[in-house]
């Protein structure tokens, strides 16, 4: 069965400095990974995707993330924060069988201080 | 941004009432999830369905039940809602297939439900 785990439940940066959210999932086989952002009362909207080929895929936002097979992990990273990023952030593992289900972290919540 | 709406966008019930959610889309996907998402929990996937009446169960399926008579519409029924379904749903919708389509999923706003 597949699984995602993010170690940090919340993280606090300041506005400006880098960052970097960890993730590190569980699958049999070759993964597709995403990272998703929740807004305060909103759905989630995707921020990036892995499926294969270069393994630092760029996403929306400044984002950016390196899946690393060896150590089962896709890594959220941005090299300047911003007030605006302040949310919730979904790691996602999913499969291209069994329907397509995707399998989420419990999410890291950041904060951005000023 | 993916068109799904879902409605009611908030809802208070009472505990043994029937409750319906519906996820309505206008992509023509093929997939269509339900999610529960409660502090703590991230989501949880409740049914998911693969095409107009195929549906499968989630990993926390009890006390729910879906329908999909066409594409564009799934809906999500608590029989009779009780205080632990409290909670916020949120539909997505999915369509991959082919080595350059990817299972990302596409979310609606979300519905929050309260069971009192």
């Known amino acids: 069965a597949q699984s995602v785990t993010q170690p940090d439940i919340h993280i606090t940066v300041s506005e400006g400095a880098s960052l970097e959210l960890r993730c590190n999932y569980s699958?049999?086989?070759?993964?597709?990974l995403f990272w998703y952002v929740q807004s305060p009362g909103q759905g989630l909207q995707l921020l990036l995707k892995?499926?294969?080929?270069?393994?630092l895929v760029q996403g929306i936002k400044g984002f950016e993330a390196e899946f690393k097979r060896s150590q089962s992990s896709f890594n959220l990273r941005k090299p300047s924060v911003h007030w605006s990023d302040a949310a919730e952030y979904f790691c996602?593992?999913?499969?291209?069988?069994?329907?397509?289900?995707?399998?989420f972290g419990d999410g890291t919540t950041l904060t951005v201080k000023p | 941004d993916a068109g799904i709406t879902q409605s009611p966008r908030h809802k208070v019930t009472e505990t043994g009432t029937p409750v319906t959610l519906r996820c309505h889309q206008t992509?023509?996907?093929?997939?269509m999830y339900w999610y529960r998402q409660d502090p703590g929990h991230g989501l949880r996937l409740i049914h998911y369905?693969?095409?107009?009446?195929?549906?499968d169960k989630g990993e926390v399926s009890d006390g729910y039940s879906v329908s999909r008579s066409k594409t564009e519409d799934f809906l999500l029924t608590l029989e009779s809602a009780t205080s632990s379904q409290t909670s916020v749903y949120f539909c997505?919708?999915?369509?991959?297939?082919?080595?350059?389509?990817?299972?990302?999923?596409?979310f609606g706003p979300g519905t929050r439900l309260t069971v009192l």
């Open positions: 992509e023509n996907h093929r997939y």
């Open positions: 997505a919708i999915s369509e991959f297939g082919g080595e350059s389509s990817y299972n990302e999923q596409f």
């Open positions: 892995y499926f294969s080929g270069d393994t």
């Open positions: 996602a593992v999913g499969a291209q069988t069994n329907a397509g289900k995707s399998t």
């Open positions: 699958y049999g086989a070759t993964p597709y």
């Open positions: 369905s693969y095409g107009v009446k195929d549906t």
